[in-house]
């Protein structure tokens, strides 16, 4: 009988599962964001042991230990960074417009509102954002980037 390679892995808490297309470290992800943009038929796969690709130049979005992906072509609505229109924030529908109007402002209002409302009950990254994670980071590393960009 043949060994399948995906099955002597075993499962680790502590292991770093790399995407099986780029090698990037990714994040684990809940099945709050599973079923919302996994199509239904690849959802079972993923859930309950998926981890999240972080590299936006990777097409692959989830991946599982058995190196089963979904791309983001498959993903059920648009998201952010594949399509730079989708919301960065999927709680308040945060996008990259609204860091560019930051940007081209004297004082980062929207992304001052959004900290705030990212620490009230309102925010639920962990079910709803693409990788489960708080968008904040990015949002402002954009804005750090976009605003070196204008000095
Ligand atoms: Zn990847």
């Not at 990714?26 to 309950?48: C, H, R, S, W």
């Not at 979005?61 to 992906?69: H, K, P």
């Amino acid at each position: 009988m043949q060994m399948n390679k995906a099955f002597v892995r075993e499962p680790d808490a502590d292991a770093r599962v790399t995407c099986p297309r780029c090698g990037s470290v990714g994040t684990t992800v809940g099945n709050g964001p599973i079923e919302l943009y996994v199509p239904a038929p690849l959802q079972d796969q993923m859930k309950n042991a998926a981890w999240c690709c972080s590299n936006a130049a990777c097409e692959v979005v989830y991946y599982n230990m058995f190196e089963q992906t979904v791309r983001a072509v498959e993903l059920l609505t648009p998201v952010y960074p594949y399509d730079s229109n989708a919301p960065i924030c999927a709680c308040f529908g945060f996008t990259l417009q609204d860091v560019e109007d930051d940007a081209d402002e004297s004082q980062p209002l929207r992304i001052r509102a959004l900290l705030a409302r990212s620490h009230s009950p309102e925010a639920c990254c962990q079910a709803v954002a693409v990788d489960g994670r708080c968008c904040l980071r990015e949002v402002q590393r954009l804005y750090m980037k976009l605003k070196s960009s204008r000095m």
